[in-house]
């Protein structure tokens, strides 16, 4: 078994910044794609970024391209979301998702438990 843990979130102003964290842990031989996704009241779960294998390559929801970065540190397992100029509509629980490989042919989807990010004056 594998356990995603978040951190990081809060409320903050319009304009300002948070930086989000997910760490995971347990029977892990490697993990593949890493990403964020949110889910405002009312709505269903969207994608926000994915980051891939090695690291190099970010891909954004048009909504955050711009002012969010998603990195990767694979020697400790963990995803970041560093989120800039954030807007009252990025306000959501954010979700991390990472495909792990936890050993020959067993690759599963795991979820982090959500962190709430409010964005309010």
């Known amino acids: 078994q594998v356990q995603l843990v978040v951190s990081g979130g809060g409320l903050v102003q319009p304009g300002g910044s948070l930086r989000l964290s997910c760490a995971a842990s347990?029977?892990?031989?490697?993990?593949?794609?890493m990403g964020w996704y949110r889910q405002a009241p009312g709505k269903g779960r969207e994608w926000v970024a994915t980051?891939?294998?090695?690291?190099?390559?970010?891909y954004y929801a048009d909504s955050v391209k711009g002012r969010f970065t998603i990195s990767r540190d694979n020697a400790k397992n963990t995803v970041y979301l560093q989120m800039n100029s954030l807007k009252p509509e990025d306000t959501a629980v954010y979700y991390c998702?990472?495909?792990?490989?936890?050993?020959?042919?067993?690759?599963?989807?795991?979820w982090g438990q959500g962190t709430q990010v409010t964005v309010s004056s």
């Open positions: 980051v891939t294998t090695g690291g190099s390559t970010g």
């Open positions: 998702n990472m495909q792990v490989t936890e050993g020959p042919g067993v690759t599963r989807n795991y």
């Open positions: 347990g029977s892990i031989s490697s993990i593949n794609a």
